[in-house]
């Protein structure tokens, strides 16, 4: 069974964890995939691979329309798609009264893709960040080391946005809210999203910019040099 294999594999356990005898399973030829659904969700390992060979050529097309044909980018998004719906069955958290198993997947890749784009978003706007203190604007030619350490400070910024773990490791609440703002969400309309109030958004925000700031202090960053850091972020 090699895609229950892969699965198992990639998120570190073995093929055979909490899996019975696939030897034990009952054939599936006949019946419609919404019977695989459940059986898959008990453990059969042929009732998923019917799952995933039925369904999989879909997600793809899927996938690769939002990634502009980046195949290996669609492939991996796929890859964690498959992950969380196996996940998903196993624990019960796919309910098939619902709505129909291609929807539920669907529905998990376009998380996936949505999550990838914020991402590279967020990525591409402390890219530039970095870009921008490497011109000419921001560069002395009197002083190519500042300049160079200013580029260091943004990286190791970028570490710490992305999930970088250490004593002053952000929470996921923290997190978003950086985030989002390095996206250029604001905060209430962060606050609408989440049906929070702005008083508290601004409360995780400052918090997570207070850890950053001690952990880039501890790194032996000057608090000016933090200061203008996060700034161009912010």
Not at 61 to 73: M, Q, T, W
Request: with cysteine; charged share 25%.
């Amino acid at each position: 069974m090699v895609v229950i294999a892969a699965l198992a594999t990639s998120i570190g356990l073995s093929p055979d964890v909490d899996m019975p005898d696939p030897h034990a399973s009952s054939p599936l030829e006949g019946e419609p995939p919404s019977e695989w659904v459940p059986r898959a969700a008990a453990g059969d390992r042929s009732a998923f691979e019917r799952l995933h060979e039925r369904f999989a050529p879909g997600l793809m097309r899927f996938i690769l329309k939002r990634v502009d044909g980046n195949a290996d980018l669609a492939e991996e998004l796929a890859h964690l798609t498959w992950i969380a719906a196996w996940d998903a069955l196993r624990q019960g958290k796919f309910d098939s009264q619902r709505g129909a198993f291609s929807t539920f997947l669907y529905g998990v890749g376009s998380k996936y893709w949505l999550r990838h784009r914020r991402d590279a978003r967020t990525d591409a706007r402390i890219t530039a960040a970095i870009g921008q203190a490497q011109s000419p604007a921001h560069a002395s030619p009197a002083d190519p080391a500042g300049t160079m350490a200013f580029v260091e400070l943004l990286q190791d910024v970028r570490d710490l946005l992305f999930g970088e773990s250490g004593p002053q490791t952000l929470s996921p609440e923290e997190r978003e809210v950086l985030l989002e703002s390095a996206r250029g969400t604001s905060e209430r309309d962060l606050a609408a999203r989440l049906r929070l109030a702005p008083s508290t958004i601004n409360a995780r925000k400052q918090s997570g910019y207070a850890k950053m700031r001690r952990a880039l202090i501890g790194r032996g960053w000057n608090e000016e040099s933090v200061e203008h850091c996060l700034s161009e972020i912010e």
